[in-house]
Each structure stands twice: as C-alpha cells, then as structure tokens.
C-alpha cells in the first residue's frame, strides 16, 4: 500500500464532499486535518475518550469499507437547521428531525469523496443508504469498526476533520478500509 | 404544463424539500414513495406523468426501481434525483430508462430545469 498516495486520495475526495456540504449548508467547510493509520486504529485514539452519548453518527457501507460520519450535538442542530433552511414549515414537526435531515446530509456529502475514489478504484459505488445513531464518539468508531473483527481484516483507518467557521460547526468522518481497497491507491 | 408528480426516496427530509418545491411552482404530487412495492402501488393508482427517483434506499438500489418502473409503465417519465457523483452509473440508468438526472442538493431553479428537460425527453 502506497501510504501517501491513500492520504492523498481521500484528502482530494475529501475537499470535494467539504464542497457539497457548504452547498446544503449554505456555509462554507474547511478540512481541518487528513489523518491516516495502516493495520490499526491508532488515528482514533483522541476520538475513543469522548464518552458523551451527544453525537449524531451516520453508518454508511461500500463493498471493502466501513464510514461513519460524526456531527456533535450542538453542530448536529445548525447544520440540519441550515440545510432545511427553505422548507422549515414543511420539516419542523417532523418526528426525529435532526436525525433525518443529517442522514440525508450525510448521504449528499460523502458521494463526491466516495466518486472520487471509485474513480481511482475503477469501478462504480453505490453507497449503502446510512443507518444513525445517537452515541459517543468512542460507540459509533467502534461500532464501524467492529465489521473488521472477525471477517475482514482492516488494512487502513483515515479520519477527515471538517469544520465550518461561520456555522460554528464541526464534523468528522472515520473510515475503515480493508486491503482489497486499500491496496488499490498508488 | 403541471405535472402530476411521484416522488421516491428513502429520506423523509428530502420528500418534504421535494414536494414542497413542487408545489410551489404548480405541479400536483399525487404520492411519496420509499421502496419498490410502495413506488408500483402508488405508480398504477395514481398514473403520474414523471417520477422522482433516489439511488440509494434501505431496501432497493435506484437502478433496480427503475427497471421495474420500465416493465410496469413504459412511457412515464423518470428524474433520478441522488448524491452521487458516478457518470458511470447515470450513464446506466440512463440507458435503463431514466429520462434526465438531478443532483443533490438542489435548488429551485435546478429542479425546474431538470422537471423541464425531462418532461420535454
């Protein structure tokens, strides 16, 4: 596996979904960090001791990987508050509302680094629809994580920092890879 | 010309944008679908001029709506509205039958253009 060539790959995919989320969000994203571990989850460690059940997780699956994208409480309201902007009447009473609108948030967002990798991988991706949660950061990594257990075997783990100044916002994506993926960058 | 309007996706957030786009600009949503079987009953009762439709759902994938929507109704018009960003795959569910694709997020004025191109396929 080509280290840098895969920090790269989804550091490139990852500017692209920070590009979309500003576009539902109407708030500009920056990528704070793209940060990459091989054969362990090291890269987690800072994200394994926030034990507040407070963040919204979105699980998503492509073939080979696992991706979970974390939104904090506080974020979690203004991001799906920004996104519903137009159609407030239409979405206030719904049931689970920050949960809904962050799922599909989420859906939108990962597609351009998700496309931007299969293109990489030659081959097409259909993303799994997401299925969310509300836990601690440590509960939904390792919830993502507990795929590679017993079947596969994880070959890569990245973490994408995200935030957005204006919206006062932060967000972060983990993902888990295993070789027959990771293997395939450089 | 207001059209009378199916719109399927998983995501009852983007239902709700959808539909409430629709009608502002005049067309009738006569039913909001989120899977295969939902999408057949409402498409034969209801006999809607164009369907909105997600790539990714819980139960079905886009492609596989598609076709049944095909054997089901050969003339009604299908809009993919979805987040992905694959050519490849538009290029087969164009090829499949869908009539003009939509990406997410979407505007207004792109969902006009997109409802006209379509209706005009």
Known sequence: MNREALRALVAEGGAKAAEKLGEATGEKWVIESVALSVEDDAVFEPLLAGIAKDHYGSHFSIPGAGIVVMFPGKSGYLVSTAFTRDHQDQVESMDKRELKSLAEIANIFLNPLIGHLAAAWRRTVILSAPKMEVASQRDLVTAALARFQDKEKLAASLLIKLSSPNLFSQCAVAIFLDSSLADLAG | ?121
């Open chain 2, 1 to 121: 010309m207001a059209l009378k309007v199916l719109v399927v996706d998983d995501s009852p957030v983007t239902r709700a944008m959808l539909s409430d786009f629709l009608s502002m600009i005049g067309h009738q949503v006569v039913g909001e679908g989120v899977d295969l079987a939902q999408t057949l009953t409402i498409l034969k009762a209801q006999t809607p001029d164009l369907i909105t439709l997600d790539l990714s759902m819980e139960k079905e994938d886009g492609l596989t709506v598609l076709k049944a929507i095909r054997q089901a109704d050969a003339k009604v018009k299908v809009l993919i509205v979805s987040g992905n960003t694959q050519q490849e795959i538009y290029d087969q569910l164009l090829a499949a039958g869908a009539c003009g694709v939509l990406m997410k997020p979407f505007t207004l004025s792109e969902l006009t253009t997109a409802l006209d191109k379509a209706a005009a396929a």
